[in-house]
């Protein structure tokens, strides 16, 4: 029978490092019930010390979930591991699927002189204090040597047997700066466990950032060479180039059981919901040609191809669409849909609201839309849910009203009204498109003084009545927010995104960075 392969979903901790992609508790929890029904069997849910925020989001994870693991990261201070321990004991104390602490240092000479500041044996001392402290909340405590690619191999093998000594679980040897390639990777994963002594205790797990473009193939390196966990995020979302991504190594895994002794327990049906779930909220679209996830994965674009799929699936499909969710996206509700069809699919979707007032204005939101709009799809019902989300109370700006004209030969105008803090504010202004026009008059009566780094456009679903789910992001003082904003009207969306961002700018929170 064929081994295990653990999925380790790191979307909301390491993914949500990336710039601009961080978010709201109700944010968070509507991934993690998508994590939970594709199959994962951990979810990094965050790093509690980063913030109290943080820390009560990982926690409500803690306490919703019940059929994935629930992990907290933690550097190897007390501090950190009292925050983690902390915010997983709902599912350690629990009947779920139990609670993790991932604990982690560096081990590079690099990063251990230059970072850390502390001598090999102050690193290995703190590791194993550490992981004391942890095994105190949770029996599954997961070490990491940070920059393993760049360690010492006698020095790692020293750390991970003092580590598995002092109760650790399960051994992550990441490759944090991307720098590995396959056969490299796979040699250094194979002689950890050949030289650690009782290897065979633990589970050894890779954790590996893509900025050579070869997360995927080193991690499935590592698990030719005995990984049994690896680390990956949704459409391989995570800091500067990104993580492995999930959906690449589970249909490697599964479509190439010729070479793979192993498998995992995804449901596969739930990776394009999951993709499409993740891009709306973080506001990073999908590339068209991203294998799996992508538009065009699935597309015969060529006549020959064309006439080969005809003629017999397999000359140029190894994966048939439906396998990864694509043609999930059933049609949902149309306008003749009444409030209890309304909430019965929010709730299929895994999406509470709160309050009354949220359910109502939600349901308000979708008859507009469904005026707009025949067929209403899942991924239209989670753009509208994250919008109700742009415009809940709490969020200082609100729009109320966009009139643009836009003429061939005449200067684009744009005139709103927005409520800030509830009061209506009007603005005018104009620009080399409608766009344009929008975002200056905008800022001549916000005056945010914030820098627009990015702003795109793609249709939630097709035809030429979609939606149109726009990201913007902007930053100031060094902060970076990504605002998302969805409309039939584009340059509605467009504005409702710009508020957005200028929202989650206004709501000003100190985080802590786990690796700087
Ligand atoms: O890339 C990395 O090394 C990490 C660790 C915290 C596991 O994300
Ligand atoms: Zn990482």
Redesign the pocket.
Known sequence: MNDRLFIFD?TL??GE?SPGASMSKDEKLRIARQLEKLGVDVIEAGFAAASPGDADAIKAIAETIQGSTICS?ARANERDIHAAGGAITPAARGNGAGGRI?T?I?TSPIHMEKKLRMQPDQVVEAAVKAVKLALEYTDDVEF?A???VRSDMDFLVRIFDEVIKAGATTL?V????GYSIPALWGERMKQLIAQVPNANQVVWST?C?NDLGMAVANSLAAVMNGARQV?CTINGL??RAG?ASLEEIVMAVRTRKDIFTCDTRIDATQIVPASKLVSTITGYPVQPNKAIVGANAFAHESGIHQDGVLKHRETYEIMRAEDVGWHANRLTLGKLSGRNAFKTKLAELGIVLESDDAFNSAFASFKELADKKREIFDEDLQALVSGEGYAAEHERFKLVMLKVCSETGVVPQAQLVFSDEGAEKQASGQGSGPVDAAFKALESVVNSGAELLLYSVNNITSGTDAQGEVTVRLTHEGRVVNGQGADTDIVVASAKAYLHALNKLHNKSERAH??V
């Open positions: 790191t901790r390491d490092q990261l991932h982690f560096a990491s940070e920059d393993a992550n990441p490759d944090t700066v954790h950032h680390e995570g800091e993580n786990p690796q």
